[in-house]
């Protein structure tokens, strides 16, 4: 096949097709059009003002590291006048967090920008891997998603910081409305697709830069501008995207490049026809459910992507939600009129946990009451060391049995 | 290229793993491949070739379903031919060529 020509400058050998339209660029075309789209977004939605102090949230993986190399390019180039740092989580995973934390620091040193690292282990008083330990590996996803956003927030709280940059980019947003829309849950892929989460309460403004930036570029715009990240699966949840709704957009992509961006573009419209009182009833509350929406989905920082079996699930759920309405026929005539204000009942009030001061729904915040059931059941240092007199009795008789099965078996 | 000159009827090629997919491939970032010149049918290898022949030789993983889906790359992996997307370059029916540079990243694993 013979080699194609860049379709931007017309001279360079091309190396990309771009998936949203097909064109095929040369590498140096291709990085100034990515930065140029970034820009565009930032500009189109007025993301920043000049000297902002913004935090990246920096896990050392693909995304947030091109966020972090585009970010100050385009800040040196575009003139923003923004202070930028790396805000990074330490889980506490041994063998997988460490690694990628030495990562984030490489890149501090790289992109000269300050980095601060929050630990689950300050902050809760447990390590991913205790509570592990603890609870085993399954449904320890739910238990890192809680913790991770507020640790974002704190860890901005802590360098008086009021913008976390995050990562997300076209393939998330993707994948939370397809997600979203097989749930049914409107007033969430509202809230999904906007590319910031604003919010009275927590004082904390989230955007997305890269929302309209396709994984597949971001991965490439690294490989060619050989940016330094850290790829590997959680060791607690290994191979997470198997089953999950990130097969189906793969998939998807795979057949039409586009229908990724089009899917974005299809949750902002369905977005922007969700009633004025659900979408943007009142800030707060819908602060306080934004602050709940990355803790279902588990991993933050690879959206959804956690939830491995997720679609099989839902897929249970629909069939099962199917089998009731059609019972639900039979004896629904009098508890109808009752419906609407049953669900109005339900709407999200926002408030403040009462043990930590987060803005919650409800009057302990999730990250309060899952400590709460990890508290109850530490094992109690105390226990080992006050063994009285008749454990110790029965220890020495066993350790007495030990010895003799030891014996009678030599 | 620091690769050792191929016999008569052999070529040797680079393929490297990154973005995660190494772990797949004993942790190893480089692997050096000489494959045929040409096939039995009288066929040169191409890209279906060789994920076939990494897939038998190469792979110690068990999950080929990780790197390989319906005989072609699961989709979420990227195929870099001498640098280029290989959508330029004819995808899986490719013909590798002496000393052709072959990279598989995968955009599945996380950060």
């Not at chain 1, 575009?78 to 460490?98: A, F, H, M, P, Q």
């Not at chain 1, 904390?204 to 990240?229: N, T």
């Not at chain 2, 049918?41 to 379903?65: C, F, H, S, T």
Request: aromatic share 6%; net charge negative; with cysteine.
């Amino acid at each position: 096949m013979a080699p194609s020509t860049c379709f931007h400058c017309h001279q360079a050998r091309a190396i990309i097709i771009r998936p949203k339209n097909r064109h095929k660029l040369c590498r140096a075309c291709f990085l100034q059009i990515f930065e140029a789209e970034v820009h565009e977004t930032i500009t189109g939605a007025r993301l920043f003002y000049p000297g902002e102090r913004v935090a990246i949230g920096a896990s050392g993986g693909k995304d947030s590291t091109v966020l972090a190399a585009v970010l100050k390019t385009l800040n040196e180039r575009y003139n923003y006048g923004l202070d930028l740092c790396l805000l990074s989580i330490d889980e506490g995973i041994r063998g997988y967090r460490d690694d990628s934390l030495e990562t984030v620091k490489r890149n501090a040193v790289q992109y000269d920008m300050p980095l601060e690292i929050v630990g689950y282990g300050e902050l809760y008083g447990w390590t991913m891997d205790q509570v592990v330990e603890q609870i085993g590996k399954k449904g320890n996803c739910t238990y890192c998603g809680v913790f991770r956003r507020q640790a974002l927030d704190r860890g901005a709280a802590r360098l008086a910081i009021k913008h976390v940059v995050t990562g997300h980019n076209a393939d998330d947003v993707a994948e939370t409305v397809m997600m979203n829309m097989l749930r049914g849950d409107v007033p969430r892929l509202s809230r999904g697709t906007n590319i910031v989460t604003d919010s009275d309460a927590s004082e904390i403004k989230r955007s997305k830069p890269l929302k309209y930036a396709y994984e597949k570029e971001i991965v490439l715009y690294a490989h060619h501008r050989q940016l330094d990240y850290f790829s590997t699966e959680c060791i607690y949840s290994p191979e997470a995207f198997r089953g999950s709704a990130r097969t189906l957009i793969k998939d998807l992509e795979k057949i039409r490049p586009s229908s990724i961006l089009d899917i974005v573009k299809s949750g902002e419209d369905m977005a922007a026809l969700v009633p004025q009182e659900r979408s943007q009833g009142g800030k707060s509350r819908q602060a306080a459910a934004a602050a709940e929406d990355e803790s279902a989905g588990g991993c933050g920082s690879q959206n959804g992507r956690s939830s491995g079996g997720e679609m099989a699930a839902m897929e249970k759920q629909l069939a099962a939600n199917d089998a009731a309405e059609s019972r639900e026929t039979e004896i629904g005539h009098p508890t109808k009129s009752f419906r609407p204000t049953g669900k109005q009942v339900k709407v999200q009030t926002m408030g403040y946990c009462e043990k930590c001061g987060y803005i919650s729904s409800n009057r302990i915040c999730k990250a309060c009451s899952l400590l709460e059931g990890l508290n109850r059941n530490r094992p109690k240092t105390a226990i080992e060391v006050s063994v009285g007199i008749e454990d110790e009795e029965s220890s020495t008789t066993l350790r007495r049995q030990m010895e003799r099965t030891h014996l009678t078996n030599s | 290229m620091a690769q050792s000159a191929p016999e008569d009827g052999e070529i040797s090629i680079a393929v490297e793993f990154t973005g995660g997919l190494e772990l797949l491939f004993s942790n190893e970032r480089k692997h050096n491949v000489t494959l045929p010149a040409n096939l039995d049918d009288g066929a040169r290898p191409d890209i279906a070739y060789l994920l076939r022949y990494l897939v038998d030789n190469i792979m110690q993983d068990q999950r080929k379903e990780m790197f390989i889906m319906e005989d072609n790359v699961r989709p979420g992996i990227l195929v870099l031919i001498n640098d280029a997307d290989w959508e330029l370059e004819g995808e899986e029916k490719y013909e590798l060529q002496q000393g052709d540079n072959i990279v598989f990243v995968s955009t599945l694993h996380g950060g």
